[in-house]
């Protein structure tokens, strides 16, 4: 009788539960017997990233010399990037040390929200950063009036906010798909596209929409920042002297480096995710898609520490054992 008639078949299966109770997040496949090893770089790092954005963020508030807007940006960038890895890193090393793989499907899809959302926000702070260089070194006598703190929390916000905006649909659009290949995740976290993969449905709408979020976020950044840059460098090149050309460059170098650390390993993970095909190993891709997370909030500070000199001395007074940091200024 049903065979007679599939589309009862197809009625049942839609009124069939498909949504798991859990995933398996199965950590760097083909690796499985170096998880011990790899799990001391990650943590390494991790612990490098925990106290390297913590300090920055404490420097930050406590030295007033700081309280500048270039220096608040670099608070949003750090907390920013404290929030991706402790999304993740905390889970993958369960995953590498106690063998800990599942996730709960909201749990799974909690963590998709914060990875995708804040490695948003991360790449939005990075473009007002340009903007802050750019309104530094072309207009400084006006830098004060225009960035001023109403202003700098508003942009702060707004980056926030577009976030949450276009990666709250990503949440809804992968709990709509019906799972039928399994829950195990080839993977250390949760993220939209290896989620979707799961699903026996049609996931046309998550491809498309995620490639758009990309775009809306990740290149409309990366066109500021190209604009913001182009402008500095044909003001400094207009500058007659040479100490000023000098002065001007290294103000920006902190700022550069952090976006190579940034953009790098994520312009290598998205295009390798949708047109490497076969051609780059499963392990390659998952390795990558966690060096885009760890790598820059564990150099950001360090670059930052290195090439930026008021939170150099703010370092070397604290070292030294100076009493009182705040009655310090620039």
Known sequence: MINEHPSLILLMLNQTDLTPASFILNGI??????????SFPFCSMYAVTVIGNCGLLYLICCEDSLHRPMYYFLAMLSLTDLVICSSTIPKALCIFWLHFKEISFSGCLVQMFFVHTFTGMESGVL?????????????????????????????????????VLLVTPLTFIIKRLPYCRGNILYHTYCDHMSVAKLSCGNIKVN???????????GGFDILCITISYTM????????????????????????ICAIV???????????SHRFGGHTIPPSCHIIVANVYLLLPPTMNPIVYGVKTKQIRDCVIRIVSGSKDIKSQTK
């Open 261 to 271: 650390f940034s953009y790098s390993p994520a312009f290598f993970s998205f295009f």
């Open 207 to 217: 491809a498309i929409y995620g490639l758009m979020v990309a775009l809306l976020i």
């Open 127 to 163: 473009m007002l950063m340009a903007l802050d260089r750019y309104v530094a070194i072309c207009y400084p006598l006006r830098y004060s009036t225009i960035l001023t703190n109403p202003v700098i929390a508003k942009v702060g916000l707004a980056t926030f906010l577009r976030g």
């Open 232 to 255: 500095i460098l044909r003001a400094v090149v207009s500058l007659s002297s040479a100490d000023a050309r000098q002065k001007a460059f290294s103000t920006c170098t902190a700022h």
């Open 29 to 38: 496949p083909g690796l499985e017997d170096m998880h011990v090893w790899i």
